[in-house]
């Protein structure tokens, strides 16, 4: 189950603390499932985080416009959360990913994968139509993206 830590903000931007050190207030608890992650992929997130010194940071994933298929995803660490970003909890691990990406995404399944021909993070799209064969760009039924050349 993810937990939605998004704060509602009611104050000013300005008044907002974004800083992911800080616990951050529990608002409700969702069964909406925007991103699943299984334990052993939040393991991996973990212990990078670790390795650097990042104990309270996040897990930021993203979409931006390009790739073969018309959007890319991407992942990095977050030390901070934007006004524009929801904040959720997946198998103890915190996830930011901006508003924005939420329809691209929703109830997307993040593992990881560690073999011999291959280690990293793999994303299954429900909401992906086509995609390109390197599996990091994607499109939508309702979204082509903005496609470019590999």
């Known amino acids: 189950m993810n937990r939605d830590l998004t704060a509602a903000n009611t104050r000013n931007d300005s008044d907002v603390d974004r800083d992911l050190t800080v616990g951050s207030p529990l608002v409700n ?5 925007i991103v699943n992650i299984s334990p052993f992929a939040a393991g991996k997130a973990k212990q990078l985080m ?3 010194n990042l104990n309270d940071a996040a ?9 073969c ?10 030390e901070t959360v934007e006004v ?6 997946s198998e103890g ?5 901006d508003n924005a990406a939420v329809p691209l995404i929703n109830g997307m399944e993040i593992d990881y994968v560690d073999d011999i021909m291959k280690s990293g993070f793999t994303i299954n ?23 470019s050349s590999c």
């Open 84 to 89: 524009s970003d929801k904040l959720i909890e």
């Open 29 to 33: 608890i969702s069964n909406n499932k």
């Open 59 to 67: 897990l930021r994933i993203f979409v931006t416009p390009g790739g």
């Open 125 to 147: 799209n429900p909401n992906a139509t086509a995609s390109c064969k390197c599996g990091t760009s994607f499109q939508t039924a309702g979204d082509s993206g903005s496609p």
């Open 50 to 52: 670790q390795d650097r």
């Open 69 to 78: 298929a018309g959007y890319e995803y991407g992942m990095s660490i977050a």
């Open 93 to 97: 691990l915190k996830i930011v990913i």
